[in-house]
T-cell receptor
């Protein structure tokens, strides 16, 4: 069982909706990540939070808005998404935010469908 | 540009045989590599990692080999089992310390 918990597991939303994806870990990790994964493709990095501060934004459109309320929680706020944003959104955490030489622990993902 | 890539998108092996999954990378400055296994409907799961100052590392039924001369990484799975069926990704640290994933190889194990 993964120690990174993501909710909801499935989400269907219209292009005018506002929704949020949530991620939680209690391993004491200080780096948290959002990845996007399309079918049969590798995960693509979106955002990295290091010590609750946004350290990497991979030029992600502003309709995706990350938030890190505390060291255990990571949210991804969604607004005015497009059908091509439909994908599996993976949250991950790790011990080492900058050197990135530690294992990433992934959640099971939130499967998003935009109609 | 920098890349981490796998040689074959699919691999089919007989149960009990050994599996070898290959990966090539382009950035000689990469100093850390990880193999992940992703089963259908699940997130990637860590298998084994290796640092650039090593050329081999062994785990339970798995071995990772790193050849820095030709920038090649491989994952060997001994006595492959049906539960090993999944997509396998190699990932490497590239510029800026980001972890970049290769394209993935889908391993199918025939009973």
């Amino acid at each position: 069982d993964t120690e990174v918990t993501q909710t909801p597991k499935h989400l269907v939303m219209g292009m005018t909706n506002k929704k949020s994806l949530k991620c939680e870990q209690h391993m004491g990790h200080r780096a948290m990540y959002w990845y996007k994964q399309k079918a049969k493709k590798p995960p693509e990095l979106m955002f990295v939070y290091s010590y609750e501060k946004l350290s990497i934004n991979e030029s992600v459109p502003s309709r995706f808005s990350p938030e890190c309320p505390n060291s255990s929680l990571l949210n991804l706020h969604l607004h005015a998404l497009q059908p091509e944003d439909s994908a599996l959104y993976l949250c991950a955490s790790s011990h080492f935010p900058r050197r990135n030489t530690g294992e990433l622990f992934f959640g099971e993902g939130s499967r998003l469908t935009v109609l | 540009g920098e890349s981490v890539g796998l040689h074959l998108p699919t691999l089919s092996v007989q149960e009990g045989d050994n599996s070898i999954i290959n990966c090539a990378y382009s950035n000689s400055a990469s100093d850390y590599f990880i193999w992940y296994k992703q089963e259908s409907g699940k997130g990637p799961q860590f298998i084994i990692d290796i640092r650039s100052n090593m050329d081999k590392r062994q785990g339970q039924r798995v071995t990772v080999l790193l050849n820095k001369t030709v920038k090649h990484l491989s994952l060997q799975i001994a006595a492959t089992q049906p539960g090993d069926s999944a997509v396998y990704f190699c990932a490497g640290t590239l510029q800026g310390g980001k972890l970049i994933f290769g394209q993935g190889t889908e391993l199918s194990v025939k009973p």
